[in-house]
């Protein structure tokens, strides 16, 4: 029996009849940090829906920590799932962002009190603790994101999905974002990422799984699948910026940091012969 937190098993989804846009996916997920990729339309959002329940699958199952999703109500789900929307509009709706944030937490029974502290602590996390009382609406693309995030991270579920977290976000943002995921994953959570920026992608995940048309194209650690360059670009993903780079100086292995280029750089030369002058 497969013990892990999310199993997958032949799932197929359409939102019309005969239109799969999901076509027989098999995927087990555990404590980990996933991105999906992949390439606009070819399933990603849909397929998270599918794992949180807002979308019923027309065949094939989904078990969320053992419970199966088609007979499992979504507010029961949501003790163990907490999905950070692509678009932040289709999640806000609350008068101020303490509110926002306390809503889920107080919708899986935590007391008032609990729900405060937990959205203070998601809040502080994002560094929006001292936005508390605005609008959530007053606030930018990237800061409504954020907010999302925070409302997710409130409920301290075992799994974390977040579609497309790096949306309109600058630098300091995605670092933000990616020490978030750092932590979650080192506390022994399970976050699963939909992205379309490789270079954060390579930065943050242990794990790759490539979407295409409803069908699981790759999953595999970062590495292997950052070394499918030929198969990625037939499918319109580019490769992480560092990685190109290093394939331009010929280095034989896929690099995904800036900092594993700089060591690959000096140990090179480190290696190489020194003639006395
Ligand atoms: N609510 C909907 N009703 C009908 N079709 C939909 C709906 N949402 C998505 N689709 C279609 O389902 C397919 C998969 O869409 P989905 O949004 O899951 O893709 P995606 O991989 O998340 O794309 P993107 O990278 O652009 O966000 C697409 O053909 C899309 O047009
Ligand atoms: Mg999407």
Redesign the pocket.
């Known amino acids: 029996m497969n013990t892990a937190r999310i199993v997958i098993q032949d799932l197929r989804f359409a ?2 009849e005969s239109e799969e ?1 999901i076509k027989g996916i098999n995927l087990s997920f555990n404590r980990s940090a996933t991105a999906l990729i ?1 390439e ?7 397929f998270v829906k599918l794992l949180k329940g807002l979308l019923r699958p027309i065949s094939g199952s989904i078990y969320i920590n053992g419970y199966n999703t088609a007979t499992t109500t979504v507010a029961k789900l949501a003790k163990y799932i907490g999905l950070v929307f ?1 678009n932040p509009n289709d999640q806000l709706f609350k008068q101020t962002l303490i509110d926002e944030v306390m809503f889920g937490p107080l919708n899986i029974g935590q007391p008032i009190l609990q729900a405060k502290a937990s959205a203070e602590k998601a809040l502080e996390m994002v560094g929006l603790s001292n936005s508390k009382l605005i609008h959530p609406y007053d606030l930018g693309l990237s800061d409504r994101k954020l907010v999302c995030i925070a409302a997710v991270l409130a409920m301290d579920t075992d799994i974390i999905i977040l579609d497309e977290p790096t949306i309109a976000q600058d630098y300091l943002g995605k670092e933000k974002i990616k020490q978030i995921i750092k932590e979650l994953r080192d506390q022994g959570k399970l976050v699963i990422a939909i992205t ?1 920026d490789m270079d954060f992608g390579a930065e943050t995940f242990e794990r790759i799984i490539v ?1 295409h048309d409803g069908h699981v194209l790759l999953d595999d650690d970062t590495k292997t699948v950052f070394k499918e360059h030929d198969l990625l670009k037939e499918f319109h993903l580019e490769l992480p910026h560092i990685t190109q780079l290093g394939r331009k100086f010929n280095f034989p292995e896929p690099l995904l940091t800036v900092d594993a280029f700089v060591d690959h750089i000096k140990n090179r030369n480190h290696q190489k012969p020194s003639y006395p002058l």
Not at 40 to 46: D, E, H, L, R
């Open positions: 939102y019309h846009v992949g606009n339309g070819s399933g990603k959002t849909t692509q379309h979407f």
